[in-house]
């Protein structure tokens, strides 16, 4: 675990020891998801929302007392030698994990993706005596309602689904997926028995089942037939009192109307409005009067009292958009 703990300094810049633990226990707060989302942490959210406290300071102590890192007043940095130690680090490897996205319902998301395809076989063969996968009300009730509604070529166009899935995950997760799915004189294996061997300690295990598991509900979404199935369940991942913002604005409201018939407060509304930035891909930046730093290690430099002259929340959405602009480039240069 100290090997995890330790890549979450990999920028190299000064981080709040407190704050990355809140991230990873999944506290929704701006300050916390601004601070992954600037310091590239953000994937992270939530992956372990049972840490104790008191067990990740141990941790960090323990890189403290090993020299990897140094800690100053409450924020830790990276030492030279704990930057040799990332240098093997697999981090760098889990590019779909998206827990501000996911993590909420991601269990649940797979547990009923596996529900549905066990389900849809069934169909195929004609047989409807079976044991299913899971028998909480809940799920048995969404995958009824979900078949009933289907279309006349439901059995054709969501297998196609599946194959179009697995066609866009690497080979990997694919394998290690496909390889849970139950159906008709097909049982699925259970996750622990199909993880790679490098990835089978602690915390890499559950890094790795995560990162596989938001690269196919990433893909499952895109597709009609799955997203009927998911839907209900992703609303979940949102903050909802956020989506009731951001539907209000979409609406046409402006956001001191939003305030007024919502009765929030400004700093409610700018916590709404960061969130649905970081989240959406297309939050609607061009509303706003943003400003644009010279380089990101500027942008990281910024204080908002140097900026009083424009609101807080479009300081703030000013970064957000930067940093998106500068990932989106970066990666179009890898590709």
């Known amino acids: 675990m100290t090997d995890f703990i330790l890549a979450l300094f990999h920028t190299g810049h000064k981080l709040r020891i407190s704050t990355l633990y809140h991230l990873l226990i999944g506290k929704r707060t701006s300050s916390v998801l601004l601070h992954g989302f600037f310091y590239r942490n953000l994937p992270f959210f939530d992956s372990f929302s049972e840490l104790d406290e008191k067990q990740f ?3 960090v102590d323990q890189l403290i007392r090993k020299k990897m890192i140094e800690q100053i007043e409450g924020f830790g940095q990276l030492t030279e030698a704990g930057q040799l130690q990332l240098q093997t680090s697999r981090v760098t490897q889990l590019v779909d994990l998206n827990g501000l996205r996911y993590g909420r319902e991601r269990e649940r998301m797979w547990q009923l993706s ?5 389900v849809a076989s069934y169909l195929t063969y004609h047989k409807n005596e079976y ?6 009300p809940l799920f048995l009730y969404q995958t009824k309602r979900w078949v009933r509604q289907s279309g006349k070529d439901f059995l054709i166009a969501f297998p196609r689904e599946l194959q179009h899935i697995f066609a866009s995950l690497n080979k990997y997760q694919a394998n290690f997926l496909a390889n849970q799915f139950s159906g008709h004189e097909q049982f699925g294996r259970v996750a622990f028995q199909l993880l790679p061997a ?15 598991v938001d690269a ?3 893909q499952a979404l895109q597709q009609p037939n799955f997203r009927r199935l998911l839907k209900q369940l992703d609303q979940l ?13 979409l609406r046409g409201l402006s956001i001191e109307e939003i305030g007024k018939q919502r009765n929030l407060k400004q ?7 960061i969130e649905w930035a970081l989240v959406a891909e297309d939050f609607p930046f061009s509303d706003f009067q943003l400003i644009a730093p010279a380089s990101e290690s500027e942008m990281l430099m910024w204080r908002y ?5 424009i609101p807080y929340l479009n300081f703030r959405l000013s970064q957000i958009l930067f940093l998106k602009e500068q990932d989106y480039e970066r990666k179009t240069a890898a590709d």
Not at 131 to 136: E, F, G, K, M, N
Not at 200 to 209: G, I
Request: hydrophobic share 35%; charged share 20%.
């Open 57 to 59: 300071n141990q941790l």
């Open 114 to 118: 596996l529900l549905g395809v066990q």
């Open 131 to 136: 044991i299913p996968l899971d028998s909480r």
């Open 198 to 212: 490098e990835w089978q300690e602690v915390p890499w295990d559950r890094l790795y089942y995560q990162n596989a």
């Open 216 to 218: 196919f509900l990433h």
């Open 237 to 249: 991942n949102y903050n909802q009192s956020m989506l009731k913002t951001r539907n209000l604005y």
């Open 267 to 273: 700093g409610t509304l700018n916590d709404h409005f």
């Open 305 to 309: 009292q140097e900026f009083a002259e």
